[in-house]
């Protein structure tokens, strides 16, 4: 019902920048709640960022002023920039969707990030 396409992912340098994008279908984008969350290998999936319907943005305490999230309804996607990486952001990022209306969450496929020298 909801598909999302996730985008941007690939290998960087530590101290180097990606930017991941997630377009999504669906009738109506400016209802979801939209975040990336991360799996590393052997860990539990985590959050990175979200941006509410109205742009509120939260950060997790390992990214903040390094991420930016940001969200383009007219586009029906949701990005991530990514700055000043590090190994330990090495994992796969996942685009999260959270209805506002209702309790439905949806998750895309995810996209690799490296972070290796």
């Known amino acids: 019902q909801v598909q999302f396409v996730e985008s941007g992912g690939g290998l960087a340098q530590p101290g180097g920048s990606l930017k991941l994008s997630c377009q999504v279908s669906v009738r109506v984008f400016g209802i979801l709640n939209m975040g990336w969350y991360r799996q590393a290998p052997g860990k539990q999936r985590e959050l990175v960022a979200t941006?509410?319907?109205?742009?509120?943005?939260n950060y997790s305490d390992s990214v903040k002023g390094r991420f930016t999230i940001s969200r383009d309804n007219a586009k029906k996607t949701v990005y991530l920039q990514m700055n000043s990486l590090k190994p330990e952001d090495t994992a796969i990022y996942y685009c999260?969707?959270?209805?506002?209306?209702?309790?439905?969450?949806?998750w895309g496929q995810g996209t690799q990030v490296t972070v290796s020298s």
């Open positions: 941006i509410a319907i109205t742009g509120t943005r």
């Open positions: 999260n969707a959270k209805n506002s209306r209702t309790t439905d969450e949806f």
